[in-house]
Structures are given as structure tokens and as C-alpha cells.
């Protein structure tokens, strides 16, 4: 969905060159695979005596993309210059949408009206970008249809626009956290990225796929080596921590005129082939990457352009009641099953109690019987419920899901036979406390309540993400203002086809931050980046070429 190696020095290593360099005081530009570093040798460097060195890397960037999971691996993909076109031989099963990409065949999708090209066009993203890439990717998919992409890529160098990808862990983002025993609820070829078949991966790799659907643990495999084999090693930066992201605020002249400095907005760079390029910065991005030994060496960056690729794994969903910050009580599938590893249930009678109805709540359950855990299972709707997502699932392709419903539906608390059961349910029941004891206070629907003993409790009810290195934790930017950001109630607010936030100019979101939860339909997000991104490098270069450019005249 990989082999130019290039220079991968980590932000540790340019810092460690630094200190190197003769200490001369003049301003220095230099050109590295992490864009342009600039700063006085005192100001990027600053020691104390004998005492530890503190460092600081002074870097500008066109393009900052923060997290390193499938949404920010395929926008790398297209900032580094590949260019979908329409296959000479392809006839996409759609005669409408096929006559207009027949109208423009000689340019690359990146280059054509998107908003032209997704009109009248449905699918399961709210985004109509997310719809068009992703019917040119698998034609009617969601008819049952297995048919080929109708693009074939190109590798354009002269359209590589500079960026970073930064994670914390390796490129494939939480995709290397999940639970390896369980199954993606998306087919394998869903989960693959532009120009790198999954299966013909699976198969180079001699990988034994059994089924459509795959478990995680390939699913990061084959991420981490799209970007080796794809070329795009330069542009990633893993153990990287961020802390802030903040906008540089232009000062007032005594006019009460708004301008930013030159010298600080905005950098003249000499590319390495000659050409020359304009970087503006409007965002200083502060983290710190975490070295081989465990110490942490701070970094700032600028960027013109910032995206957030985040996902909405960071701060799991809370119950907000009394007791929930027990030790005994966890929420996430890692915890539980180190807990399992651990032997933390051998010779316990009590069940695990599982709180929550969806994916991840039935994986737990899955886990837990397979270990020969005895479970009760309490969420707040009803079993029959329209809404539950296993009504949404075909049984023949989830029958381990379906496994679970049958339970819930069957198995209930309420029910004789059910009662020295290994799995016991509890629709339409709240959790009102945890108590020290390990003991779980209940209340149903009719206002009863019940009190239950466990061993561990395991609360799965969503994630969040968690964007508290922007200013207000980004509350300003979702469609409902100043409420946190959900993939569900309150994404980000974007315009629909070049995804920067309407209300912070180069800002983009792509992926669950903007409501697009599956690996299929986040590409659209990278398309409508990069789409926007290169018109604006093309008027860049125009100003550069023309003589203009600088200051406030950048787009």
C-alpha cells in the first residue's frame, strides 16, 4: 500500500551534530532530512556548569503532520510526490463519475476538481472526499463487489512538498497496541494503503491469511513496511512526544497595523536541487523525543501547515463516578490482558466485571472466556436496541461477535438458569460507584439497585481524543464550540474538500477526528491535504519566480 533509504538521522542525532560544529555566532542555515535548522549555536544549545546539557532544535518544516498511524503514513505518501492517475484500461462500474475522470484522464486525481468529481456520489463517510477516494480505490465495495482500483501511481518528485510525521511509537500508530488475538473488523484490503496490495504483501511475506479479516498484528507489520518500501522512512520521526502546538501570533506595529517579522515569519531556502523555496511559520510545534537510554531531548519546530492525524485512542471513555480511579478498575484491552499474562485470575471465583456494549467490550468478553474467566457484562441499552453495532454486522463474516450478542440477549441476569453461569448479563443497567472492596453498586432502568463483587473491573465505553497540546484542548475548533472534541457528536470542523479547519487557517484534520473511523475512507482526508497543499506550493513558486513572495503576500 517500499526503496529510497536517504539520511534518517533522528532529531537526537542533528542535536548531538550541533553541539559539534565549530561555535560561531553568525545565523546558519543548513538543509537535513528534518528540514531547516536555524539558531545561534548559545540559542540552540544551553548548559549549566558540568551540570546535564539542555538542547533545543530549531527546525522549519512546510508541513507538520502529527502521528505517524494510517492517516498520516498515506498523507506522506502523497506530500512525497506519488500522484494517482486513471488506469489506461480501467472502467469504473459508476458511468457518471467514469465520464468525468474520462474528461481529465491526463491529469492526476491530486490536480482535478474534487468537489466536481464527488458530486452525487454516496457512501459511509459524511466527508464526500473520503466517498470519492475511496470508490476509486474499492468500486462498489459496499455492494459485495471485489473489483480492482481503477488508479495507477506515479511517482512525481518535482511535487514532494517537505513534512514530518511525527509518533510516539513506530509508523502504524495504535495499530502496534491492539489486542494481537483479535480480528480487524475491516477486510484486510480495506485496511491497505495506496499502491501496496495487502495480500500480495501477506503473500511476499509468506503470511498464511485465512480469513478477509486479520488481526492487528499484520495489519501493523504491513504499515511499518509501506514506509520502508514506499520511501518515505525521511519523513518520520518516532519516540516523539508532543506537548504543545501553538499559532505565531503576529505583533502590532505603533499604527496598530497587524505584520509579522520577516526575519521570524517567514525563511528564503536554496533546495538541495537549486530551486527555491518560502517557508512561513505559523505554528511552533514543542515536544521532546525520548532517546535510546531513556532521557528525554526537548525540541521545537515551525511548520506553515500543521495536521492533526491523532485518531481518538489517547484518553479512554469514563464512566465519571465514584471509586473509577480504584487500581482495580481498567480500561483498555492492554491492561486486561497484561493482567491475564500476569495470572492475576488464577484461583479467583469472583467474575470480571466488563462494563460496555460495543466492539471492544465483546473482544473483552471473547478474552476473558477463552481464559476461563467468569464474566458479568453490564451496559445501558437494550438488547434490542436497533442501534447496538452487532445488528450492523452480517453473521456469516462475525460470528465471534454475534457469539457475544447471543449471550447478551440469552444469558441475563434475569433468567433462573442463568445462575451459576460463566457469562451473565445486565441490560439497561448504570454503574453507579466502585467501592473498595471490590464491589460494584448497579442500577437498572426501574431505579433498582444491586450490588455485585468482581475481581477486576474493565470499563470499554469509547476513547477520545485527546488534544491538550492545543490552546483550550482544541474545544475551539469542533463543530460545537468550546465542547470537547468526539469523533461521533463533535468532530472537527473542516471544509469537506481541502479538510482545514474553518476555524484555524492552516490547520487540517483527516481520520476519526473528523468522523472517518475506518482505514478506507480516512485516504479521502490525505487527498483533499495534499490537493490543497499543492496549489499553494504552485502560487509559492509563481510569487518566488515572479520576484514577489515573503511577509504577508504567502497564501
Not at 88 to 109: C, D, G, V
Not at 193 to 218: C, Q, T, Y
Not at 236 to 250: E, G, K, M
Not at 387 to 394: A, D, V
Request: some cysteine; charged content about 25%.
Amino acid at each position: 500500500m517500499y526503496e529510497e533509504t536517504g539520511n534518517e538521522q533522528g532529531l537526537s542525532e542533528v542535536m548531538r551534530d550541533l553541539r559539534l560544529k565549530n561555535p560561531k555566532r553568525e545565523k546558519r542555515f543548513l538543509i537535513g532530512e528534518v528540514g531547516l535548522l536555524t539558531g545561534d549555536e548559545d540559542s540552540v544549545c544551553k548548559g549549566d556548569g558540568e551540570k546535564q546539557m539542555t538542547c533545543e532544535l530549531l527546525t522549519s518544516r512546510d508541513e507538520m503532520v502529527r502521528r505517524n498511524g494510517p492517516s498520516g503514513i498515506c498523507l506522506s505518501y502523497l506530500l512525497s510526490g506519488y500522484r494517482p492517475y486513471l488506469s489506461p484500461e480501467a472502467i469504473h462500474p459508476n458511468p457518471i463519475l467514469h465520464t468525468k475522470l474520462e474528461e481529465a484522464r491526463h491529469l492526476s486525481i491530486v490536480d482535478q476538481d474534487l468537489e466536481y468529481l464527488s458530486e452525487g456520489l454516496e457512501g459511509r463517510s459524511s466527508n464526500p472526499v473520503a466517498v470519492l477516494f475511496d470508490t476509486l480505490l474499492h468500486p462498489d465495495a459496499d455492494f459485495g463487489y471485489d473489483y480492482p482500483p481503477v488508479l495507477h501511481w506515479k511517482l512525481e518528485q518535482h511535487n514532494y512538498i517537505p513534512h514530518m510525521v511525527l509518533g510516539k511509537g513506530p509508523p502504524g500508530g495504535a495499530w502496534h497496541s491492539m489486542e494481537g488475538s483479535m480480528l480487524t473488523i475491516s477486510f484486510g484490503d480495506w485496511m491497505e494503503l495506496p499502491g501496496l496490495s495487502f495480500k500480495e504483501w501477506a503473500a511476499s511475506k509468506r503470511r498464511n491469511i485465512k480469513s478477509d479479516r486479520v488481526m492487528p498484528e499484520e495489519i501493523a507489520c504491513y504499515y511499518k513496511h509501506y514506509v520502508k518500501v514506499m520511501g518515505l522512512q525521511k519523513n518520520f520521526r518516532d519516540n516523539v512526544y508532543i506537548t504543545s502546538v501553538s499559532r505565531l501570533y503576529r505583533e502590532k506595529d505603533d499604527e496598530g497595523r497587524s505584520h509579522q517579522n520577516e526575519d521570524n515569519s517567514t525563511q528564503h531556502l536554496e533546495m538541495e536541487d537549486g530551486q527555491k523555496s518560502l517557508i512561513k511559520r505559523n505554528w511552533e510545534v514543542r515536544g521532546y523525543q525520548r532517546a535510546t537510554d531513556g532521557s528525554h531531548v526537548p525540541f521545537c519546530l515551525f511548520a506553515e501547515n500543521v495536521a492533526l492525524a491523532t485518531g481518538t485512542f489517547d484518553s479512554p471513555g469514563r464512566l465519571q463516578v465514584e471509586g473509577e480511579d480504584f487500581p482495580f478498575v481498567l480500561h483498555s484491552m492492554s491492561d486486561f490482558g497484561a493482567a491475564i499474562s500476569k495470572g492475576k485470575f488464577r484461583g479467583k471465583a469472583d467474575p470480571v466485571l466488563i462494563v460496555g456494549a460495543g466492539l471492544t467490550a465483546a473482544d473483552a468478553v471473547l478474552c476473558a472466556c477463552n481464559n476461563n474467566i467468569p464474566v458479568v457484562h453490564v451496559f445501558r441499552r437494550r438488547v434490542t436496541d436497533t442501534s447496538l453495532i452487532f445488528k450492523q454486522l452480517p453473521k456469516k463474516l462475525y460470528p465471534e461477535y454475534h457469539k457475544v450478542y447471543h449471550m447478551m440477549c440469552t444469558q441475563s441476569h434475569t433468567m433462573d438458569s442463568n445462575q451459576h453461569s460463566a457469562y451473565t448479563s445486565f441490560p439497561e443497567h448504570n454503574v453507579l460507584s466502585f467501592k473498595p472492596e471490590m464491589k460494584c453498586v448497579l442500577q437498572s432502568a426501574s431505579g433498582l439497585k444491586k450490588i455485585l463483587k468482581f475481581s477486576v473491573a474493565l470499563v470499554l465505553i469509547g476513547s477520545h481524543p485527546n488534544l491538550f497540546f492545543l490552546k483550550d484542548q482544541g474545544h475551539s475548533i469542533g463543530h460545537h464550540s468550546n465542547q470537547p472534541i468526539t469523533c461521533k457528536g463533535n468532530p472537527i470542523e473542516i471544509d469537506p474538500y481541502t479538510y482545514e479547519c474553518t476555524k484555524e487557517a492552516n490547520l487540517f484534520a483527516l481520520g476519526p477526528l473528523v468522523g472517518d473511523n475506518f482505514v478506507r475512507f480516512l485516504k479521502g482526508g490525505a487527498l483533499g491535504i495534499a490537493r490543497c497543499l499543492a496549489i499553494r506550493q504552485k502560487k509559492k513558486h509563481e510569487l518566488i519566480e515572479g520576484g514577489g513572495g515573503g511577509g504577508d503576500g504567502v497564501p
